[in-house]
């Protein structure tokens, strides 16, 4: 089969290569641009390990061919870090109240929980936890996830207000 | 899990993407979210050489709100069904099934033409469409044809479209002013196929009732819905089981199946019964 010329936005970064339709979003990522973020974990769009933003959605990379997101803006938890490289909003919560521990499914949580306060800013617990029904975590039982999403949203809020 | 290799079209409009699926025959797959299809070329139960994606077809991804009926694009998204304010006004039962699909980044992908073409047994819209009583437009080399929701499913899988047709587009008349609607989903866990679920719009004189995940193809039980117009719930229930045909699989044996279609059908009822005005 033959390659097709892809070009991507990736965390702000214009990229191009070529890439067999047949190749997942996840493995051009990964493989191709060195942006290893998203996990392959599942493989069968369950698990989320492979969560990344396309074109101001969640998606899950591993059920996405490249050709499909061929024109597409992605942002994976790369691209959720500070603009100086320390770690983001919810980056930094994540770590402060402790939402991970063997870390696999972190950045697909990290990249889920980003769209998610996006599209709610200001989520209840119940929302948080029906908004990452996509993110298995096989760690921590979910609860300092969604105390980390909280926090995030509240300190994301009180940035907002601050600047307005 | 790498898929066989096809080649890859992007149409931007539906006579175009006809034409590559006359071209190519059975070699020759339409993709939509690809959130069934590409899970299957994964596992190499399907390996089309071609694959006809609709997402450059902008006039796909519409919303129209009419006065007598409600058009939805192929392409739309579930996470666009439950975004759509004026969707929600006209026809919020949508945005309630499409909630209880998958989980939020499917619904990102999974598209409402995708579930209604594919014809598996499992997907929610179907069943909903029937108690809609929706119809399909479908658009091959002859031109369009549209057919009723409730005409279109033959079997798991098998339904009315052709393989050289597209299904483009969703006709959903708008229910009386007033109607009580509900769709009540039972399964195991977030992003699971219903163990059973049931679609339920009645009001003044009428009702429609349909299940999902119960048999071979949606079922819409017309006896269900007239006991359910008169006022009998249980006459309603019982109608259902009778038209129901469960199989045993992971999801439990037939006794149970049955069980879980009365109990999703009677909440479904209470809920479309409280919503009524």
Known sequence: ??????????????????????????????????????????????????????????????????AQANGAEIVTVEGLTNPDGSLGVIQEKFREHHGLQCGFCTPGMITRAHRLLQENPNPTEEEVRFGIAGNLCRCTGYQN??????????ELNAAKEAAQ | MIPAGFEYHRPTDVASAVAILGRHGDEARVL??????????????????????LRGIAELGRIEIGDDAVVIGAMVAQHDLIAHEGLAQALPIIREAALQIADPQVRSMGTIGGNLANGDPGNDMPGLMQCLDARFALVGPGGEREVAAREFYESAYFTAREDDEILTRVIVPRPPAGAGWAYEKIKRKIGDYATAAAAVMLGEGFASVAMTNLADTPVWCEAAGRALAAGDVEGCVAAMLEAIDPAEDNRGPVAFKKHAAAAALRRAIARAQARRA
């Open chain 1, 1 to 66: 089969m033959s390659k097709m010329h892809v070009k991507l936005k990736v965390n702000g970064r214009q990229v191009e290569g070529l890439a067999e339709p047949r190749m997942l979003l996840v493995h051009f990522l990964r493989e191709e641009l060195g942006i290893t973020g998203p996990h392959i974990g599942c493989e069968t769009s369950h698990c989320g390990a492979c969560t990344v933003d396309m074109d101001g959605r969640s998606v899950k990379s591993c059920t996405v061919f490249v």
């Open chain 1, 145 to 154: 996830i969604v105390k980390a999403i909280m926090a995030a949203a509240a």
């Open chain 2, 32 to 53: 939509a979210g690809g959130h069934s299809l590409i899970p299957m070329m994964k596992l190499r139960m399907a390996a089309p050489a071609h694959l006809v994606d």
